[in-house]
């Protein structure tokens, strides 16, 4: 290209100017805590004689001890199991709702869009703290309308702050924050989508559910893998919402899910070795997994483009 | 559920006022647009029950809240609000004021950096264009945790901890707030214009502040709404920075105040009226803001 050789100076240095401000903050506020994360999981604290004066704690390599303590340790493994049961029903349950919005706000002559759209997503602009506080109190048999409607029905009153149900009540509280959002994104790619589409699909006679399933489902396929990824991300690293609710119930333990476990280790035990082996490898775990699903819904759209 | 809701629609449907036409013309469609508009209703009518609740919830006295029926107003709301004005002199306003600072400055601080770097990624070819952008978006992977500890211990390490600076700073670089500015950039400011403002001699900062940046402006506005929801939202950063109770944002406050009342019932009133009115600036805001955001933008609004 002979353009990029008459480049003027300015329009060579520009751009890195331009991202030399998040190239520092990237620097200061990621690389680095990540390299330092790396560099406690590897040492741990040796303490000499009974631990008194300056010389008696020292920071020596531990190499993959941390790690091999992590995986092992129940607690942790207990708090993956937790999450994963979690995302089995929020992650489903969230998408194939914010889906179903998005397509009958995309749907002809639906009445009401504007405010029912507003209404779904408005979920978004409240704390995920002040949500699990209003949803905890929905969920206390003393405050809920539920439970009084239950009693006045003469039914049975689950707690729905202990064992299974409770798995239940974290999940409401999730997909009640997060369907706006992602439904706000799907809905956002269903309007792209040009007109000529569907007009082809009309002249056929397809029924506005073919129309759907055939045509809209398909071409929002990369926001679906997106909102797909987006929420595995904020399943594995949920914190504030079981956080929010321990004050309510004795059934949510301080390592329920493996973030409060990395917490309770750090702050909680002061044992920040171990905290850092254990958030590396929940890292770990989360690039493993997203790159795996990116990886194979790419392949899937080569294969559909290939045919 | 759905087949039960269909029934209903077409039982519904003469009423609607259709007018005669072919079989599969505009009565078809007018029937069928029952459907969704109930879809939605239903979800709305889910959405909005929490927030319908803490409205009620908040007008009832500590002993009505525990005695009357839910959704039944009470007598005490102007009491509940001095109740939390009087807190610890007021430390609540304390808090609003804080999560105001934090999300306000935030969100300004790094849509700015965003719209420089969104669109230099969007605007230029340079070497190592896309090996910074993946770098960058690898942050969005990083779960807040990983980082929120060696960040706490790094900042100690400095004596920054406990201070606005430890909540402020960590959040400025937002790698979603660059992937939508990117987006919005390579959309909204044709490579033609920022060529012609090379031809009239101006120079690469004149025209990205003259020309590029009204034209991000109403893609700036998401970018900077997504950011202020995420500080105002956020707990875990200051959850485990701060300690002195004054610099607490609202969520961290409320949080403190919930786990009290654990031991303490009465504060149960506080911490509804004070969710209440934690809420509502953010509805507002969302009220306000969404007549200049068109959700149109992530698609690309620019017509050649």
Redesign the interface.
């Known amino acids: 290209m002979t353009t ?1 050789r008459r480049k ?1 100076y ?3 240095t ?3 100017a ?2 030399l ?3 520092i ?2 620097a ?3 690389a ?3 390299g ?2 790396l560099w ?1 999981s590897l040492h741990k604290v040796h303490v000499s004689g009974l631990g008194l004066g300056s010389g008696a704690r020292k920071e020596v390599w531990a190499g993959l001890e941390n790690y091999k303590d992590a995986l092992t340790d129940s607690e942790l493994l207990d708090g993956a199991l937790r999450v994963l049961g979690y995302g089995a029903i929020v992650i489903p349950v969230m998408l194939g ?1 914010a889906l ?2 998005a ?3 995309d ?7 504007p ?17 699990a ?3 905890g ?2 969920y206390l048999p ?4 539920f439970y ?1 409607i239950l009693d006045k029905l003469g039914m049975p009153q689950p707690d729905l702050l202990d064992g299974g149900p409770l798995y239940l009540a974290l999940s409401n509280i999730a997909v ?1 924050g997060g ?2 959002f992602n439904m ?2 799907i ?3 269903l ?2 989508i040009p007109v000529e589409v569907y007009e082809a699909a009309k002249l056929d ?1 397809a029924t ?1 559910l073919q129309v759907a399933l055939k045509i809209k489902i398909p071409m929002v396929a990369p926001s679906l893998v997106l909102t797909f990824f987006f929420s595995i ?1 904020a399943t ?2 949920v ?2 919402e079981p ?2 609710l321990k ?2 119930t004795n059934s949510v333990p301080t390592t329920w899910s493996p ?1 409060m476990k ?2 309770q280790d ?2 909680g035990k002061g044992d ?1 070795y171990s ?2 082996a254990e ?2 490898i ?2 770990l775990v ?2 493993v997994l ?1 790159f795996g699903f990116l990886r194979a819904a790419n392949s899937r759209n080569k294969q559909e483009e290939a045919r | 559920m759905s087949s039960l809701a269909t029934s209903d629609v077409r039982k519904a449907a003469p009423a609607a006022g259709t007018t005669p036409g072919t079989a599969q013309g505009p009565p078809l469609r007018h029937r069928i647009a029952l459907v969704p508009t109930l879809t939605l209703l239903l979800g709305a009518l889910y959405c909005l029950l929490p927030v319908a609740w803490v409205v009620i919830a908040a007008t009832k006295s500590g002993r009505e809240l525990f005695s009357t029926f839910t959704f039944l107003p009470g007598t005490g709301f102007t009491q509940n609000v001095k109740d939390l004005n009087a807190y610890r002199d007021g430390v609540y306003w304390k808090w609003m004021g804080n999560s105001a600072l934090y999300a306000g400055l935030g969100a300004l601080l790094s849509t700015a950096v965003s719209a420089l770097s969104g669109y230099a990624l969007a605007i230029y070819r340079f070497r190592g264009r896309e090996t910074v952008f993946s770098v960058l978006m690898a942050g969005v992977l990083m779960p807040p945790v990983i980082l929120a500890i060696p960040q706490y211990l790094l900042l100690a390490k400095a004596d920054l901890t406990d201070s606005y600076a430890s909540v402020l700073l960590p959040l400025v670089l937002s790698p979603y707030g660059v992937y939508l500015a990117r987006i919005y950039a390579s959309a909204a400011v044709p490579g033609d214009v920022v060529e012609a403002g090379r031809m009239d001699g101006a120079s690469e900062w004149r025209i990205f502040t003259r020309v590029a940046l009204p034209m991000m402006v109403p893609g700036l506005v998401t970018v900077f709404l997504f950011q202020f929801v995420a500080v105002w939202n956020n707990f875990l950063l200051p959850y485990i920075m701060l300690s002195d109770d004054e610099k607490f944002p609202i969520t961290l406050g409320l949080f403190t105040l919930l786990e009290q009342g654990s031991n303490t019932p009465a504060l149960y009133t506080l911490v509804i009226t004070g969710a209440l009115l934690a809420v509502l600036p953010l509805i507002a805001l969302f009220l306000v803001i969404q007549r200049f955001w068109s959700l149109d933008l992530l698609s690309g609004a620019v017509k050649s």
Do not use: E, H, N
Request: hydrophobic share 60%; no cysteine; proline share 8%.
């Open positions: 990029a003027s300015g329009v060579r520009a751009p890195y331009f991202l401000p998040a190239t903050l990237f200061l506020f990621f680095l805590p990540i330092y994360a406690l709702l179903l919005f397509l009958m706000l749907s002809d002559k639906v009445r009401l869009s405010f029912t759209r507003l209404a779904i997503f408005l979920p978004y602009a409240i704390p995920g703290v002040v949500a506080m209003l949803w109190f929905l003393d405050v809920s309308p009084f009640w369907t706006g706000i994104v809905y956002t790619s309007k792209a006679g506005p991300i594995l690293q914190f504030s956080t929010t004050p309510l973030l990395v917490y750090a702050f920040i905290a850092a958030a590396t929940i890292a989360t690039l997203s």
